[in-house]
């Protein structure tokens, strides 16, 4: 029998394409483990962790803290299902309320963005209604709800008919959202920062417009706080800074730490919309997902990492504003977009991978950080300096 290769980046991918659907291509390399900020690949190389598993791994790779409190909960009980309750989904659940600022806020728990935001729209259809709103270049998601909310064409064409009577409107643009919303309108909903746009901040005043004209619609106003959320940008859910309180809160990436768990909050005034029966998810508030959201919230609270989350992000944005190259640096906390001025975005996150930094080309000019918040100031200073390194070599 032929020796078996040894387990590496090249195996990995020669697995990967013979086993994985192409709707993501092949990554370029395997992880294998990671402490905090640091990872490393199948052959032994080391990176540091920019983008943190998509904004979700808030304390880093194996952080003791969602160590103990995972294994704890997998050793005591594993999966009971919304027949019954359980210590720790009740716990997240009086968190998430306390975080709204509504004692009235109540909360279903499910385990991805996507399917937070299908929550929403079922959640919406049940004001009578059924018109949305949602913004150009927004992105709410994969399934088909979360799709047609999504305001992307390339993902949304080759899957029409999508849902029906779903208006998109430009970012930013009070006039042209006061003209798309009536009082045939369900729901609006934001991004308070658009992620997955390339971090695209909405003029000041903006959120608290679409609240003025959802209040006077009737409509709900849905923040989609999936990746500003869980404190990434300074503020639990991202919308804050705005003075406003939406109707509906999503969120999923970093709440389960790492671990795969999301949640729709729905505020007073549409608390009491689903009945029983209306809406369901089997592993939705698992024990040992929300084991990690528990713990994960205890140290950004107990860390007072809320606040760090600003300073290390004012820090990144003054030192990366210096490097030649970058045309623009925006963002808030600890998401980050860094635009170039030269279109080379995808080959730039290439360059920084084979030296050693993880981060995510969302466009041809953005490239997006959103490291986890236990990072040193160390961290972002190296992470500065391969930043211009690489820049340095591909601007030649
Ligand atoms: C990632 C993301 C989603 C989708 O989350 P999934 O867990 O991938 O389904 C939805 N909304 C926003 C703003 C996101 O960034």
Redesign the pocket.
């Known amino acids: 029998m032929r020796k078996p290769r040894k387990f590496g980046n090249s195996l990995a991918q020669a697995t990967w394409n013979k086993t994985f659907q192409p709707n993501y291509g092949t990554p370029p390399i395997s992880l294998v483990k990671g402490k905090g900020v640091i990872v490393y690949d199948a052959d032994g190389k080391k990176y540091l962790d920019f983008l943190g598993g998509?904004?979700t791994n808030l304390l880093g790779h194996a952080h003791p803290a969602i160590i103990k409190a995972v294994t704890k909960q997998i050793s005591t009980l594993s999966h009971v299902s919304n027949f019954y309750m359980h210590p720790q989904v009740l716990q997240l659940a009086q968190s998430l309320q306390k975080m709204t600022g509504d004692k009235n806020s109540k909360v279903f728990f499910c385990?991805?963005?996507?399917?937070?935001?299908e929550a929403a729209i079922k959640l919406s259809r049940l004001t009578g209604r059924t018109n949305i709103v949602a913004a150009h270049g927004?992105?709410?998601?994969?399934?088909m709800g979360?799709i047609s909310l999504t305001g992307q064409p390339a993902k949304r064409d080759p899957f029409k008919p999508l849902l029906r009577k779903i208006k998109h409107v430009k970012y930013g643009d009070i006039a042209a959202l006061h003209r798309a919303v009536t009082r045939k309108t369900a729901m609006v909903i934001l991004?308070p920062i658009?992620?997955?746009a390339g971090v695209v901040l909405p003029p000041k005043g903006y959120l608290k417009a679409a609240r003025a004209i959802c209040d006077k619609t009737g409509a709900l106003l849905v923040i989609?706080?999936?990746?500003?959320g869980m404190g990434r940008t300074g503020t639990w859910f991202g919308y804050e800074n705005e003075e406003i309180t939406p109707d509906v809160i999503?969120i999923?990436?970093g709440l389960g730490g790492g671990l795969?768990l999301?949640a729709m909050i729905a505020l007073e005034g549409s608390n009491n919309l689903f009945k029983p029966g209306d809406h369901g998810s089997t592993f939705g508030g698992n024990p040992v997902a929300c084991a990690a959201a528990n713990a994960t919230i205890n140290v950004i609270q107990s860390k007072g990492l809320l606040k760090s989350n600003v300073v290390l992000g004012n820090l990144l944005k003054n030192e990366l504003t210096k490097i030649p190259g970058i045309s623009e640096v925006r963002g808030r906390g600890l998401l980050i977009g860094i635009v170039l001025k030269t279109a080379n975005a995808k080959a730039l996150a290439a360059g920084l991978l084979s030296d050693g930094v993880l981060v995510n080309a969302t466009s041809d000019e953005v490239i997006r950080i959103a490291p986890a918040f236990i990072i040193s100031k160390k961290n972002v200073m190296d992470f500065v300096g391969a930043f211009q390194k690489s820049l340095g070599e591909l601007n030649g």
């Open positions: 998509i904004a385990n991805s963005g996507a399917e937070a935001n927004a992105f709410h998601g994969r399934t979360a991004e658009m992620g997955e989609d706080a999936v990746q500003t999503t999923a990436k795969p999301g």
